[in-house]
């Protein structure tokens, strides 16, 4: 196989892991906190022989997070939070803290708050925050403090992080860091909203209409290519 080949399926193969990113962008429109990614490219240059040129492929390296706040919807849930500002919410896993932007909390049967995956979320201390059982109302202040009717029950820890995209996506939301938390010592939570999805449904779908012209003009490009090849040697197989 001739070097353009190779080339074209080192587009058309970076092309077909940008769709795979597009596409989980539009199924997490609806998603609350999701934050929309794209793709970073470069090009990777490589010397097939000491007397060769230099090939030029296509390589993918890593994804870029849109880390822009996406808009609220009001619910008037009075567990429903929304970070207006920077930061993340704490939650507890059996492997550790994790960070989510998704404010959808609730009570489970002991009357913790917790997110939607049952995940207990942290104060200001890395503890759990316990709903007395007879508190009629919970008022949750801009800067996270969590009180009822009978007094104060502690403070969410909201944190952010030096380097946000260096985060690593689980998936439901949630997010890991391997890097030292940095407390928002004045966070802006709005209680009775929830922060949506930033992906912009336009722009998607423009992406993936582009992406997938330009995989089909790749594809033209590889059969063309290959015809020219297979002409080439049925003509030399001619020759006597």
Do not use: C, W
């Amino acid at each position: 196989m001739e070097n353009s080949l190779y080339i074209t399926l080192s587009r058309q193969e970076v092309l077909r892991r940008q769709m795979d990113v597009v596409s989980n962008n539009i199924a997490n429109m609806n998603t609350t906190g999701f934050k929309s990614q794209r793709m970073l490219f470069l090009e990777y240059l490589e010397r097939p022989d000491p007397q060769g040129e230099r090939m030029s492929f296509v390589q993918d390296f890593g994804l870029q997070r849109n880390i822009d706040a996406g808009p609220l919807t009001v619910t008037n849930n009075e567990l429903d939070l929304a970070l207006r500002g920077e930061g993340y919410f704490a939650v507890e896993t059996l492997t550790g803290t994790r960070y989510t932007r998704g404010g959808a909390f609730q009570l489970n049967n002991s009357r913790e708050i917790v997110d939607h995956s049952g995940l207990p979320v942290l104060d200001t201390a890395n503890q759990r925050i316990t709903v007395p059982a007879d508190a009629t109302e919970i008022h949750i202040a801009g800067d996270g403090t969590v009180s009822t009717e009978a007094g104060a029950l502690g403070r969410l820890k909201v944190v952010s992080f030096a380097d946000q995209q260096r985060m690593m996506e689980l998936g439901g939301g949630l997010y890991e860091a391997n890097q030292e938390e940095i407390a928002v010592e004045q966070p802006q939570i709005t209680q009775g909203a929830i922060e949506g999805s930033n992906v912009q449904s336009v722009v998607e779908m423009t992406q993936m209409i582009d992406v997938l012209r330009t995989y089909q003009s790749v594809q033209r490009m590889i059969d063309s290519e290959h015809e020219r090849i297979r002409g080439a040697i049925t003509k030399l197989g001619r020759v006597q």
